[in-house]
């Protein structure tokens, strides 16, 4: 099983970005999948996750970035993607993707069975 996170880089204050993460080695529709980031210093935080298709593909996000940003899943190509808009300097951390069994996605950290590698956001003020 492998989750190939892509698309970090480095953006200014205000800007957009979109990570995607591509799933091998799965079925990848039976699970759900969470958006986590860990800037310098603290610990990994749940950032948003969306459903598997028992769980209608609902989305769910923190509640620091609800109304940023946006899930979406495409279970045909295996990927879920992470759009961000409206950047600032505290979204500035590594971005990681994780796979669930689970029918929704859960903040907690050890409920996830994979874990992608990890892309690097970093926002300029």
């Known amino acids: 099983v492998q989750l190939q996170a892509s698309g970090g880089g480095l953006v200014q204050a205000g800007g957009s970005l979109r990570l995607s993460c591509a799933a091998s080695?799965?079925?990848?529709?039976?699970?759900?999948m969470g958006w986590f980031r860990q800037a310098p210093g603290k610990e990994r935080e749940f950032v948003g996750g969306?459903?598997?298709?028992?769980?209608?593909?609902?989305?769910y996000y923190a509640d620091s970035v609800k109304g940023r940003f946006t899930i979406a899943r495409d279970d045909a190509r295996s990927t879920v993607d992470l759009q961000m808009n409206s950047l600032n300097f505290e979204d500035t951390a590594i971005y990681y993707c994780a796979a669930d069994r689970a029918r929704i996605p859960t903040g907690r950290l050890s409920e996830y069975d994979f874990w992608g590698q990890g892309t690097q956001v970093t926002v300029s003020s």
């Open positions: 080695g799965v079925t990848f529709s039976s699970y759900s």
């Open positions: 969306i459903a598997n298709k028992w769980g209608g593909s609902r989305t």
